[in-house]
């Protein structure tokens, strides 16, 4: 069984990062794989080409970024001809739209087994451009007609699913969420406590209502530091260092880019997630893979993994600045709260092992 992934780009974000552990995993059970990249890469951010290169996978670049290349089109459907390729798995909506098009216009392809993966919400992360916004949601709506021309449709999460099934009714979707591995948690020096976000840099994650909340505590007088991890425009970044009050700001880092998660997540204790929506928020697992007290809004599909048993919930601004000095509190002053919530994080993530995920997959690619 040869299968053909495709993908936008290989810019390290929740779609790439879970498509590479994929593709790990598939390697070690002796899949034949191929790679499509529709795009090029953002220079900005990591690509995980050097990595996936590294397990012997022969990627296929084509032509050009915009989602109307013909030539790409032309190329995609030569190269799945001359290698044989048996299932066809796309994954983000350039590529469900490309691989839709080829498999009508291409005799050769049209029989060819066609997985969709469905990594988010995609219409519900809105932009400034009111335009961009309209051609988005009316763009998803016909996307969704499409996928009915695949095999399986698979969703990250319930949320997601249920997104899909608002899109269009008649889809039958299965949900396969993320895996993470258990990683050994590092002890927490309640002296010298940190507090981190990770992700992309944009009104969407909520990363204003918690910089906003974290001017109400002194973390100067409590010697807590603050890193904020993730790439974002510069004019956006300058925006966020303005909502800094001054007494704060020497302890809060822009990281930038983080390469090294390992790394990040080490150096925090306490991690913020207050994104508005979420397809499934695989920074979260990562969070939680490292047994850190997590702080997360109280929103599908996050509050499946994070509740009061294994963390803390808020709805607003008010609400995450009193969570945040109740898990501050805990950890100084109540540690046993805290071990509870990590031993139930524990149990919570038993479900997400790859040993109980990946088997989902080999179904799907087995079905007729």
């Known amino acids: 069984m040869l299968i053909c ?38 220079k900005n951010i990591i690509s995980l080409e050097n990595e996936i290169n590294n397990l012997g996978i022969e990627i296929k670049r084509l032509n050009g970024p915009r989602m109307f290349n013909v030539a790409s089109y032309f190329s995609f459907a030569d190269y799945v001809k001359k290698q044989n390729i048996q299932i066809i798995h796309s994954h983000q909506p350039r590529s469900d739209f490309m691989v839709f098009l080829v498999r009508k216009f291409s005799k050769r392809v049209s029989n060819i087994k066609w997985i969709v993966s469905v990594h988010g919400k995609y219409d519900t992360y809105l932009e400034n451009n009111k335009l961009s916004n309209i051609f988005r949601k009316i763009f998803m709506k016909r996307l969704s007609n499409f996928w009915k021309n695949a095999s399986t449709v698979i969703a990250i999460s319930d949320e ?66 603050v890193n904020i991890g993730g790439y974002g425009n510069i004019e956006y970044v300058s925006k966020l260092t303005n909502i800094l009050n001054q007494k704060n700001k020497t302890c809060v880092n822009f990281l930038g880019y983080v390469e090294d998660r390992e790394k990040f997540f080490n150096e925090v204790d306490i991690f913020v997630f207050p994104s508005y929506s979420e397809g499934l928020g695989l920074v979260l697992l990562e969070a939680m893979s490292y047994s850190k007290l997590c702080l997360t809004r109280d929103v599908k599909p996050m509050n499946t993994y994070i509740d009061e048993g294994t963390g803390y919930l808020f709805n607003d601004v008010n609400s995450l600045i009193e969570k945040l000095n109740l898990a501050i509190n805990d950890l100084k002053r109540d540690y046993s709260v805290i071990e509870k919530k990590l031993s139930n994080i524990d149990k919570k993530l038993e479900k997400s092992r790859v040993e109980k995920i990946f088997p989902k997959f080999q179904e799907v690619y087995s079905y007729e």
Do not use: C, M
């Open 5 to 42: 992934h495709v993908i936008n780009s290989l810019n390290r974000g929740g779609a790439e990062t879970h498509l590479f552990d994929l593709i790990t995993e598939q390697i070690q059970n002796n899949y034949l794989l191929k790679l499509v990249v529709i795009g090029p890469d953002n």
């Open 160 to 225: 997601v699913k249920e997104w899909i099934n608002n899109l269009n009714s008649s889809l039958k979707v299965e949900v396969i969420p993320y895996w993470v591995n258990k990683n050994l948690p590092k002890k927490i020096d309640i002296d010298n406590l940190k507090i981190g976000f990770l992700g992309r840099l944009n009104k969407n994650k909520g990363i204003e209502d918690f910089l906003e909340a974290t001017n109400s505590i002194n973390l100067v007088e409590n010697n807590l530091k």
